[in-house]
């Protein structure tokens, strides 16, 4: 059984940085997408950033793009999302999902193409 596990958030005040951590265990051959999702309280959940865990391809939302990095340690099955300069509206319990292998442009940004999921961690972002 394929099963992310999100650590690392927090209470933050606006322009610290964080970095949260996502370690899957069993993990199969099959998992090609690592993806960060976000849900603020209020709205849907939305694709934050992406990357392969076989070669070098990251992916990011526009609204964190230049501030969140996203990284990852294959040997730890672990993959990390850096995050600088924090606004109060990125304030949201924030998901990890691994996924298999998708080409169409944009999947790694879709919910549905990710199979498993955390339990998420809460990151709030004081103004």
């Known amino acids: 059984q394929v099963q992310p596990a999100e650590s690392g958030g927090g209470l933050v005040q606006a322009g610290d940085s964080l970095r949260l951590s996502c370690a899957v265990s069993?993990?199969?051959?099959?998992?090609?997408?690592m993806g960060w999702f976000r849900q603020a309280p209020g709205k849907e959940r939305e694709f934050v950033a992406a990357?392969?865990?076989?070669?070098?391809?990251?992916y990011y939302a526009d609204s964190v793009k230049g501030r969140f990095a996203i990284s990852k340690d294959n040997a730890k099955n672990t993959v990390y999302l850096q995050m600088n300069s924090l606004k109060p509206e990125d304030t949201a319990v924030y998901y990890c999902?691994?996924?298999?292998?998708?080409?169409?442009?944009?999947?790694?940004?879709?919910?549905?193409?990710?199979?498993?999921w955390g339990q998420g961690t809460q990151v709030t972002v004081s103004s």
């Open positions: 999902a691994t996924g298999p292998y998708c080409s169409a442009y944009g999947c790694y940004a879709v919910e549905g193409r990710y199979d498993y």
């Open positions: 990357m392969s865990w076989r070669v070098d391809l990251t």
């Open positions: 069993g993990r199969t051959s099959n998992s090609y997408w």
